[in-house]
């Protein structure tokens, strides 16, 4: 088995700041969104109960 040195990664004051902006940009996400209707869904979410059991009656 082949043996390489370890990876050393750094970190920068700009990769930190990056990566605190990205953290609270997703702390400020709706927890309500994932409940809403995506535009293309909302004509599907009208119809009834009976109309989504027996189907449309045209």
């Given at each position: 088995?082949?043996?390489?040195?370890?990876?050393?990664?750094?970190?920068?004051?700009?990769?930190?700041?990056?990566?605190?902006?990205?953290?609270?940009?997703?702390?400020?996400?709706?927890?309500?969104?994932?409940?809403?209707?995506?535009?293309?869904?909302?004509?599907?979410?009208?119809?009834?109960?009976?109309?989504?059991?027996m189907g449309s009656r045209?």
């Open positions: 088995m082949l043996r390489r040195p370890a990876t050393l990664i750094t970190l920068t004051a700009d990769d930190i700041a990056k990566y605190e902006q990205d953290r609270q940009r997703r702390q400020e996400k709706d927890p309500n969104d994932e409940l809403k209707p995506l535009p293309q869904e909302k004509g599907r979410i009208a119809r009834t109960r009976d109309e989504r059991i045209n």
